[in-house]
T-cell receptor
Framework: SAVISQKPSRDICQRGTSLTIQCQVD?????MFWYRQQPGQSLTLIAT?????????ESGFVIDKFPISRPNLTFSTLTVSNMSPEDSSIYLC?????????FGAGTRLSVL | GQQVMQIPQYQHVQEGEDFTTYCNSS?????IQWYKQRPGGHPVFLIQ?????EVKKQKRLTFQFGEAKKNSSLHITATQTTDVGTYFC????????FGAGTTVTVRA
């Protein structure tokens, strides 16, 4: 299994500000994934974070809006920049271990 | 990329009844995974199916992978209040594509 610690667990932010979400894994992984889950919706992959290289973003997501850091094999951050109410979602960090996807508890973001 | 469709979106079940949720892919899947997300929680892995026609059981839950590896189903028997939540199927290798989910509510 994998133990993933994610923080903050929730936040309420003003539009135009930025929030950085942290994700810590209990052991080294090559890839870390960031998902978004809008209210009542399914999970959408934002990007894949690889240590030592730029993150790979999925269609509809750009680095300027969602910059990602991956300084080592157990840690990653996702920043939601210049937030608007449309960014209100749950953001989930995830890793794949032995073919199974494990998720952090998520960050519940509300943008006013 | 892969598209995974899931139906129904909502399932309202009388306690003790059975129900099934279905998952279909536009392409052949190398494997399919099922997750459960309780209200206010995060997705938790339930099972992975890899082989064509595979059937796996977890107590009252039966998971099936189609012969063509393009569809899957989750069947729950004798539904209990603890079954409340959203069930997602997901296909793909390391980058999962999630279905829309089936949100289950149970009438006691």
């Amino acid at each position: 299994s994998a133990v993933i610690s994610q923080k903050p667990s929730r936040d309420i932010c003003q539009r135009g500000t930025s929030l950085t979400i942290q994700c810590q894994v209990d052991s080294q992984v090559t890839m870390m994934f960031w998902y978004r889950q809008q209210p009542g919706q399914s999970l959408t992959l934002i990007a894949t974070a690889n240590q030592g290289s730029e993150a790979t973003y999925e269609s509809g997501f750009v680095i300027d809006k969602f910059p990602i850091s991956r300084p080592n094999l157990t840690f990653s951050t996702l920043t939601v920049s210049n937030m608007s109410p449309e960014d209100s979602s749950i953001y989930l960090c995830s890793v794949n271990r032995d073919g199974i996807q494990y998720f952090g508890a998520g960050t519940r973001l509300s943008v006013l | 990329g892969q598209q995974v469709m899931q139906i129904p979106q909502y399932q309202h079940v009388q306690e003790g009844e059975d129900f099934t949720t279905y998952c279909n892919s536009s392409t052949t899947l190398s494997n399919i995974q099922w997750y459960k997300q309780r209200p206010g929680g995060h997705p938790v892995f339930l099972i992975q199916l890899v082989k064509s026609g595979e059937v796996k059981k977890q107590k009252r839950l039966t998971f099936q992978f189609g012969e063509a590896k393009k569809n899957s189903s989750l069947h729950i028997t004798a539904t209990q209040t603890t079954d409340v939540g959203t069930y997602f199927c997901a296909g793909g290798d390391y980058k999962l594509s999630f279905g829309a989910g089936t949100t289950v509510t149970v009438r006691a």
